[in-house]
């Protein structure tokens, strides 16, 4: 449960919120529906209010922020909270797989000849990674790049150029000796070709050589091709978190 606890705070470390609220250890994040993780609350310390009180306080702080109140459900939070919100009608949404390597045993080379590094997230580098995505939401474009300068740990940015423009992308963050690996995409004609592997490969090598002992990252259930990537890399299953969702608001927003 420890080493959850770790890999918990660092990947809060690893992916800032446009808003955040501190309310009896709890985090609530706001960053207009981008994503569950940066539109949730998370717990980190110990609670002295009632929950019930809480989840209240919660839901009408993201109701008057135009969005469903979204709690994410790790190992690290006790059972009987999920089991409360699910007494309240909260759904399940966006189950994710935690996978974990120690880099001793990766299985990886140092060949990766298509990829470019950088240390800092460029801009061209931001909206690549939305048309890869296919985000066209202009409160996102116009918001989310703060989020991925707040980062505040070392960063290794990686991506592949075709035809002038970057085709696929893979974000590196370093915090005490893990790496943790996010953004991995590959425009669709360009998949199937290695790409992925290349971009994941380039980033765990560089780590290493900065002195990064383990890995994690995080893959959404039913995902197959990732999972079948990263398991070939080396890493495998740690746990399982989820998000609990407001009911009756999720289809007004549209929250990915």
């Not at 298509?114 to 801009?123: A, C, F, Q, R, S």
């Not at 070392?154 to 996010?182: H, N, P, Q, V």
């Amino acid at each position: 449960m420890e080493n959850i606890k770790k890999i918990e705070d660092m990947s809060l470390n690893a992916w800032p919120s446009h808003k955040m609220e501190l309310y009896d250890g709890w985090i609530l994040r706001f960053s207009y529906f981008y994503t569950h993780r940066t539109n949730s609350v998370e717990q980190f310390g110990n609670s002295t209010l009632p929950w019930r009180e809480k989840v209240a306080y919660c839901e009408n702080v993201y109701k008057r922020l135009g969005s469903p109140a979204i709690f994410k459900i790790s190992p690290v939070v006790s059972p009987d909270f999920d089991y409360t919100l699910e007494n309240r009608g909260y759904e399940i949404q966006h189950t994710t797989e935690v996978m974990t390597m120690a880099l001793s045993d990766a299985h990886i080379d140092t060949h990766y000849p298509d990829v470019t590094l950088t240390n800092e997230i460029p801009d061209i580098w931001i909206n690549s990674l939305f048309d890869l995505k296919g985000m066209t939401n202009p409160i996102h474009r116009a918001v989310v790049p703060s989020m991925y300068r707040a980062i505040p740990k070392e960063t290794i940015c990686a991506s592949i150029w075709k035809e002038g423009k970057i085709i696929a992308t893979g974000l590196g963050i370093l915090d005490r000796d893990y790496i943790g690996i996010y953004a991995i995409h590959v425009k669709e004609k360009y998949r199937g070709r290695g790409y992925a592997r290349q971009i994941c490969t380039a980033l765990l090598s560089e780590c290493m050589k900065k002195g990064a002992k383990n890995a994690y990252l995080q893959v959404v259930q039913g995902n197959t091709a990732a999972k079948n990537l990263y398991t070939s890399l080396g890493f495998t299953d740690s746990y399982t978190y989820w998000f609990r969702v407001q009911p009756d608001t999720t289809k007004e927003n549209n929250i990915e």
